[in-house]
């Protein structure tokens, strides 16, 4: 369950992983003059089965929040509110799944970091 309504965030960075890599690092230093809350959701997905997506953020060199987003639509959030000077990493990385399908393309996960108002 997640504290956000979509019309109430501003996507801050994009990123993926699959056959284009296999680590995405995104970086987004918070401007704001009110406290917002940081997601990191799958936005897109068409990873083959043997190949999924693990996610971390990071908020002034502290994890704050991890998590499986392979399935699209699935997200991480920070836990409290961030403030004007935070500096947020999001860590994407694709992983095997360790199931019996073996795939000859891994297929591509797109994610985007979004700031977010309280509402």
Same mark, same amino acid.
């Given at each position: 369950?997640?504290?956000?309504?979509?019309?109430?965030?501003?996507? %801050? #960075?994009? +990123?993926?992983?699959?056959?284009? /890599?296999? $680590?995405?690092?995104?970086?987004?230093? &918070?401007?704001?003059?009110?406290?917002?809350?940081?997601?990191?959701?799958?936005?897109?997905?068409?990873?083959?089965?043997?190949?999924?997506?693990?996610?971390?953020?990071?908020?002034?060199?502290?994890? %704050? #929040?991890? +998590?499986?987003?392979?399935?699209? /639509?699935? $997200?991480?959030?920070?836990?409290?509110? &961030?403030?004007?000077?935070?500096?947020?990493?999001?860590?994407?990385?694709?992983?095997?799944?360790?199931?019996?399908?073996?795939?000859?393309?891994?297929?591509?996960?797109?994610?985007?970091?979004?700031?977010?108002?309280?509402?």
């Amino acid at each position: 369950m997640s504290d956000y309504k979509a019309d109430s965030c501003v996507a %801050v #960075a994009k +990123g993926g992983v699959g056959e284009s /890599g296999a $680590s995405s690092f995104l970086l987004h230093k &918070v401007d704001a003059t009110i406290k917002k809350i940081m997601v990191l959701r799958n936005v897109n997905s068409n990873l083959c089965g043997d190949t999924g997506a693990v996610a971390m953020l990071v908020v002034n060199g502290k994890p %704050v #929040a991890q +998590g499986n987003i392979t399935k699209k /639509g699935s $997200s991480i959030q920070t836990p409290a509110t &961030v403030g004007s000077g935070d500096v947020v990493v999001a860590i994407v990385h694709e992983l095997p799944t360790f199931i019996e399908i073996a795939c000859a393309r891994h297929g591509e996960l797109s994610v985007e970091l979004s700031e977010c108002d309280l509402v």
